[in-house]
């Protein structure tokens, strides 16, 4: 069979099965604690893809109680060192580069001849509009074997968080080429923050399997993957308010997913030579501030 006409029939059978009650029963049993059936899962997934444990903090396969706690587990606090220049803008999380660019005309690049629009991702009313234009987007891949938690690329203070229902197709290679408006179409989560260079968002989008998306602010958001309309929290600016700081943990996905980030006109450009299919590491220099203050360590 060629490569073609499988990737066909993937996305095919993406549209064909039942992707709500698929990740519903998967959630269930990556919560399993029956120690013979999670010790089994654990073990097999940790050798097909070559988990390196010893970036955890827990190493013992054996200690964690369920296999979504094994899924989500955290690294060492020396794992992954975050960049010292107070003007780089840090990677939110392991995996690899999906696309990276310009937001032009209202428009990001979903993969080779196919974008889709920051009004969809964002879940905006017609007319609605938003502080991006002319900014900059990167979308990163998470895979099964990256580690799953989300931190924050610069200091932040939460705005908003707009939890939008849709589809759970893959959110793979082979599906973003085949699917068109692929992450406008698939269930997240928007967070939108105020920070040192202004409004930036970090869309969480959930996947095929992806059993839930969770934040340290609200706790898990979904499941339940219920509703058809998207739910809407606007967080007050007092001294309540949730500030997280850069570096920080802000969220998690269960099983492999995607993180697109989005940055305001002028403020920040993203490194030179960072192209589709990089790998990246939370932690890492993506880009850097351009305001004033950050002048100096600039490059």
Not at 86 to 96: E, R
Not at 245 to 274: C, D, H, K
């Amino acid at each position: 069979m060629s490569r073609t006409l499988a990737n066909r029939l993937f996305i095919a059978l993406q549209h064909l099965i039942p992707q709500r009650w698929l990740s519903e029963r998967m959630y269930r049993l990556a919560r399993l604690q029956w120690p013979p059936l999670k010790r089994l899962i654990i073990r097999r997934f940790a050798r097909t893809y070559r988990i390196d444990m010893s970036l955890a903090r827990e190493p013992d396969l054996d200690a964690y109680p369920s296999f979504n706690a094994f899924f989500t587990r955290a690294l060492r606090p020396d794992a992954r060192p975050l960049d010292p220049d107070p003007a780089a803008i840090l990677c939110p999380v392991d995996g690899a580069i999906s696309q990276i660019g310009p937001i032009e005309s209202g428009r990001l690049i979903q993969a080779k001849g196919r974008d889709y629009s920051v009004e969809s991702l964002l879940a905006l009313a017609p007319g609605e509009l938003h502080p991006f234009e002319g900014g900059r987007f990167a979308t990163i891949y998470l895979s099964p074997r990256d580690y799953h938690r989300i931190h924050m690329p610069l200091d932040g203070r939460l705005d908003q968080m707009i939890h939008v229902p849709g589809q759970l197709f893959s959110v793979n290679a082979v599906t973003a080429a085949g699917v068109p408006n692929l992450f406008a179409r698939n269930e997240r989560l928007v967070c939108r923050f105020e920070t040192e260079i202004g409004p930036v968002a970090m869309i969480l989008v959930g996947a095929i399997f992806v059993g839930g998306i969770e934040t340290v602010w609200a706790g898990e958001v979904t499941p339940p993957h219920s509703g058809l309309e998207p739910q809407r929290w606007d967080y007050e600016v007092d001294d309540q308010c949730i500030r997280l700081e850069r570096g920080a943990e802000m969220g998690r996905f269960n099983l492999g997913s995607t993180v697109i980030l989005l940055l305001p006109p002028g403020q920040a450009e993203w490194e030179a030579g960072l192209t589709p299919g990089d790998v990246v590491r939370l932690g890492q220099r993506i880009g850097t501030r351009l305001d004033a203050n950050a002048a100096g360590h600039g490059h």
